[in-house]
Nanobody, 120 residues
Framework: QAQLVESGGGLVKPEGSLRLSCTAS????????MGWYRQAPGKQRELVAT???????NYEDSVKGRFTISRANAKNTVYLQMNSLKPEDTAVYYCYSRLYTDYASWGDYWGQGTQVTVSS
């Protein structure tokens, strides 16, 4: 079993910035994929950004050019740098990872979520 813990959410004004961090811990052999999803009130959870083990990234269209995902692999950590934040970015942000917990088994794991609120 593994655990993901996020931090860095909070209240920020429009055009402001936040950096989210997520660290995986527990029984981890190798992380295959890490990323971020978000869920706004009344909406489905959606992809924000992911980064796979080869370094390839994917971004939701509305955050392209504003958000940057990065990984510190040695620390089992993924970051989401969020710039030029808009009220529409307000949501609970969830860290996600697909990882090996031993050399034969992998699973999908989610963090508890961190609230990001963009408001003046």
């Amino acid at each position: 079993q593994a655990q993901l813990v996020e931090s860095g959410g909070g209240l920020v004004k429009p055009e402001g910035s936040l950096r989210l961090s997520c660290t995986a811990s527990g029984s981890i052999v190798r992380i295959i994929d890490m990323g971020w999803y978000r869920q706004a009130p009344g909406k489905q959870r959606e992809l924000v950004a992911t980064k796979n083990s080869g370094g390839a990234t994917n971004y939701e269209d509305s955050v392209k050019g504003r958000f940057t995902i990065s990984r510190a692999n040695a620390k089992n950590t993924v970051y989401l740098q969020m710039n030029s934040l808009k009220p529409e970015d307000t949501a609970v942000y969830y860290c996600y990872s697909r990882l090996y917990t031993d050399y034969a088994s992998w699973g999908d794991y989610w963090g508890q979520g961190t609230q990001v609120t963009v408001s003046s």
